[in-house]
């Protein structure tokens, strides 16, 4: 699996945030990236992690759902699972997680939740945040 950075990231060509595509939708998904996958939601190492590694991870709901909002009551109830496979994968690393509701600061409008390992680059991030 290759992982690109936060700087290629940011020189992509086109805009993420499309009525006409989705970077995680079943169409476009790469699916080398995909590590758990259950009925409702899969977790897929972040292509450009912030960490510049393998524990930057995103939950990701399979249907396309902009807003936690969005999703049915009967597809959150999966989510405990998820969380099991999440501990598992960080083992003794201390983590944390995120999710941006609104689109200003979002790249993509398909919902997806951050689970980052706490370390001085995912610092950088809170940093970001409180300064908001």
Not at 45 to 65: A, C, E, M, Q, S
Not at 101 to 130: G, V, Y
Request: glycine share 2%; proline share 4%; hydrophobic share 35%.
């Amino acid at each position: 699996m290759e992982l690109g950075t936060r700087e290629e990231w940011n020189k992509r060509p086109v805009d993420l945030i499309s009525d006409d595509w989705c970077h995680f939708c079943d169409e476009w998904l790469d699916e080398r990236y995909t590590i758990w996958e259950w009925e409702f939601w899969r977790i897929l190492v972040n292509k450009y992690p912030y960490t510049w590694d393998i524990f930057h991870i995103l939950l990701v709901p399979k249907k396309h759902y902009e807003k936690s909002t969005d999703v049915p009551s009967d597809e959150w109830k999966e989510i405990s699972k998820a969380h099991k496979f999440i501990e598992w994968y960080f083992g003794d690393l201390d983590y944390f997680s995120f999710t941006r509701e609104t689109f200003w600061s979002r790249s993509l409008k398909h919902l997806h939740i951050h689970f980052i390992r706490w370390n001085s680059p995912a610092k950088r991030i809170i940093d970001m945040i409180k300064n908001y």
